[in-house]
């Protein structure tokens, strides 16, 4: 890292105990693993495809300009305060003391559960892969399998962490062109024309409701970016290398997810039959029909080092909120939290937390039916929610008279861009929460939206309690140049 930026940490109140080791190269294969086109098309293309029919693949268009708008107000936040942690110090500078415990709660409780989505996501794959039934018991063994191994590696510390993101999105890259490229050349049975036909997945209806309901493959493809802005303290030269990393994330890793997307789908033999609920798995039916029984294991090995990165990815991303949250003295628990192992450079009770926590939600998914959308669409949600604080709060700084300060901005169009990713935000949280299963109990058909009322009412009421935000002194909401702003 540059004297400069050095110095700017300095400015910020912190003295850094990581270890730069992270080059430019493996901050961006953190994201992208995190981002991990294989993870999100594999785990959500059947349910995609049922809800929508073909046209589903366009939701990776609109998801992936949203959030490229979104990686843009983070580029400018990274650079002015290239802190660990990401979105909670973020929110600190831009707002306030309360405002960033909030943030930093909501973004912590959604990593968490994220970690569980993938894990559980790569449970089925596991068990087929070791030549076990995917029921629910083998599912949850094998995604605590992973979780351990990737608690395990993130434990070696960064250097160890880099490298196995690189070797992650090396593997993940080539094994989606590999695979893609076979798909299209040897097992399409379709033309482009069906990414415009619905095949009657709307039912007697508009086509649009489906649409959007088919719309979370995309929602969920388009997050990750923001783990090369936690590791900050972690990159020589953050205020540049991080938001090109952001912005290199949004463009690989959604060509990458559409590419996946598209040879699967011109690979599906009958349409009718997944929309109806007949092949209720379509991609292990085209995988198994292209490569044959051996070659379908070697794909799912390499399917499953893309959902073991991803899942590595995600726990540092936590594990440097956490620790950058107990840092601050914001959460119970903040003295062991914030402990740093010297050795290897790491948070080691944060990241214990990110492997526990996952695999208790795991765990508890053997009480629920269709755990793992209900698991994704809470993840995703809250993941939103945490951005588009975010995002809020960087609109009422600029305002007020914020003006990014950093290596990158976005000078005149940072306006413009910051009330379009807030529109983006809302929009995509509303599409989420909408109830789409009228003959569903309640509380399953408006279960995203109470899991998310849950979280953040359970961190209200522990910020009235305890107040925790009032634990630390370090500066918060001086990004507007109003002194009566400072520390609210």
Not at 192 to 203: N, R, Y
Not at 266 to 275: M, N, R, T, W
Request: charged share 10%; proline share 5%; with cysteine.
């Amino acid at each position: 890292m540059t004297a400069t930026a050095e110095d700017r940490l300095k400015d910020l109140g912190y003295t850094s105990e990581f270890k730069r080791d992270m080059s430019p190269w493996a901050n961006f294969s953190l994201g992208f693993t995190y981002l991990s086109p294989v993870v999100s098309t594999y785990t959500l293309f059947g349910v995609a495809l049922a809800l929508g029919g073909p046209p589903m693949i366009w939701s990776f268009v609109v998801a992936g300009v949203g959030q490229f708008l979104v990686a843009l107000i983070f580029g400018e936040l990274v650079a002015q305060y290239p802190v660990a942690g990401g979105v909670y110090p973020w929110a600190r500078r831009l707002w306030g003391k309360r405002w960033a415990w909030m943030t930093g709660w909501v973004y912590m409780i959604a990593l968490l559960v994220t970690i569980a989505s993938v894990s559980y996501g790569a449970g089925p794959y596991l068990a087929t892969l070791l030549g076990y039934t995917a029921n629910v018991g083998n599912t949850v063994l094998c995604a605590i399998a992973i979780i351990v191994v990737s608690t395990l590696i993130n434990y070696a510390g960064t250097k160890v962490l880099s490298w196995a993101a690189i070797f992650g999105f090396a593997a993940e890259i080539i094994g989606a062109l590999v695979v893609g490229i076979w798909l299209l050349v040897d097992n399409r049975v379709h033309g482009l024309g069906v990414l415009f036909d619905s095949f009657g997945a709307e039912g007697s209806g508009s086509y649009l409701p489906a649409f959007f309901a088919a719309g979370i493959i995309g929602l969920y493809q388009y997050y990750g970016f923001e783990a090369c802005g936690d590791t900050a303290e972690e990159v020589k030269d953050p205020g540049r290398v991080i938001p090109k990393a952001m912005r290199r994330t949004i463009y690989i890793g959604g060509a990458a997810a559409t590419f996946a997307c598209l040879s699967l789908l011109l690979a599906v033999p009958d349409f009718g039959k997944v929309i109806s609920g007949e092949d209720a798995d379509p991609v292990t039916n085209v995988l198994t029909t292209a490569f044959g029984p051996v070659g379908y294991k070697i794909v799912i090995a390499v399917v499953l080092i893309s959902f073991l990165s991803c899942t590595m990815s995600l726990q540092a991303a936590a594990s440097r909120l956490t620790y950058s949250y107990a840092r601050d003295k914001m959460v119970f628990g903040h003295r062991a939290l914030a402990k740093f192992n010297k050795k290897r450079h790491i948070p080691p009770y944060a990241l214990a937390l990110a492997g526990v926590v996952p695999a208790v939600i795991v765990i508890a998914s053997m009480l629920s039916t269709n755990a793992l959308d209900k698991i994704v669409s809470f993840a995703t949600l809250g993941i939103y929610l945490g951005f588009q604080m975010v995002v809020f709060a960087a609109l009422r700084a600029r305002l007020k008279g914020w003006t990014p300060s950093g290596e990158f901005t976005l000078g005149r169009w940072g306006l413009v861009v910051n009330v379009l990713a807030l529109a983006y935000g809302v929009a995509a949280m509303v599409n989420m929460v909408w109830p789409r299963t009228p003959d569903a109990p309640w509380y399953d058909n408006y279960i995203v939206i109470l899991s998310g009322v849950l979280v953040v009412g359970i961190g209200l009421v522990y910020m009235v309690i305890a107040k925790p935000f009032g634990n630390s002194d370090a500066a918060a909401g001086d990004a507007v140049p109003d002194s009566a702003l400072q520390a609210k």
